[in-house]
């Protein structure tokens, strides 16, 4: 399981014109599933995520998490994340769990979150064309993946 973590100042999901999630400072993770992912993968990733320290203290250090400040989060599903292009110019996306699996990973994960921040975790619509759009606050961007976590 991939998740690129943005902190941002503000974000939102855009569906048909319709915003169907917003965020003021917090976080924006796009989350792909990668065939073998479990609920165990969830449970680190998700811990992983509310507990890093990537927003500034008092002393401008990065020592806060987004627990810590109360920031928003925004979830959206992005399988393209374990797209593999060691071979010719189209990626392929062999990697990628198909959506019976990944789907309720992805539910699984946004619960996980909301459990561990006590409070609704903002989505995207699993499958849908989104129009993501973010203020990228550092700018700062991490890559955590559940398969290199030891």
Known sequence: MRAVIQRVLEAS???????????????LILLG??????????????GKVA???IFADADDKM????????????????FTLHA????????SFLKS????????????????LESELGKPVGRGIFG???KVALVN???VTILIDSRAKE
């Open 63 to 78: 020592n806060l998490s987004v627990l810590d400040t109360g920031g928003g989060i925004i979830v959206v599903s992005q």
């Open 84 to 91: 593999s292009t060691k071979k010719g110019n189209r990626p």
């Open 33 to 46: 599933v990668e065939d073998g992912d479990t609920a165990e993968d969830v449970a680190w990733l998700s």
């Open 128 to 130: 849908a064309d989104m």
């Open 13 to 27: 999901v855009t569906i048909d014109g319709e915003c169907v999630s917003r965020i003021g400072s917090g976080l």
């Open 97 to 112: 769990a198909a959506p019976a699996v990944s789907e309720p990973l992805y539910g699984k994960f946004c619960e996980a």
């Open 51 to 53: 507990r890093m320290r």
């Open 137 to 139: 606050d550092g700018p």
